[in-house]
């Protein structure tokens, strides 16, 4: 029995290290919102990740022209495109799959603070905080 659970742990280890495990999971990869609305690359910056703007399920205003970063408070930064905005800012690891940081939404030009899980390989939730109200969004990992 006891060389069962030896070999039991060993596997788990192995899984952990190869990252056939969730612990220790990398987050890195496209992810898209379960809704279609967005498409986010995460990457490493630092000692964090960050994701950033890649697609959108609707590119163009109503004007026909790139989608643009209208509603951040600050005027001289209006004009950025949201494809290549950084949305998602100093995601720290906090635990198993976890990472918290902050997201920010050019629907509403605001900042919150967020966090990610890896639910599995393929699938994220993020989540965004205004004091105790929160909205949780799932995106499914493209690449």
Known sequence: ?????AGAAA?????VAT???????????????ASGKVTVKLAPCGNAFCGTVVGLK??????????????NPN????????IGLM????MVPTGDNRWDGTIYNPDDGKSYRSNLKLQNTNLMKVE????????????IRVK
Request: aromatic content about 6%; overall charge positive; glycine content about 12%.
């Open 19 to 33: 990252g056939n495990g969730m612990a220790g999971s990398d987050p890195s990869g496209i992810w898209r919102m």
């Open 128 to 139: 965004g905080c205004v004091s105790v109200f929160c909205k949780t969004m799932k995106f």
């Open 11 to 15: 596997l788990a280890g192995l899984m």
């Open 58 to 71: 609707r590119p163009l205003d109503k004007h026909g022209r790139p989608k643009r970063d209208k509603e």
């Open 75 to 82: 005027p001289s930064l209006r004009e950025r495109p949201v």
């Open 87 to 90: 949305i998602m800012a100093n």
């Open 1 to 5: 029995m006891r060389m069962i659970w």
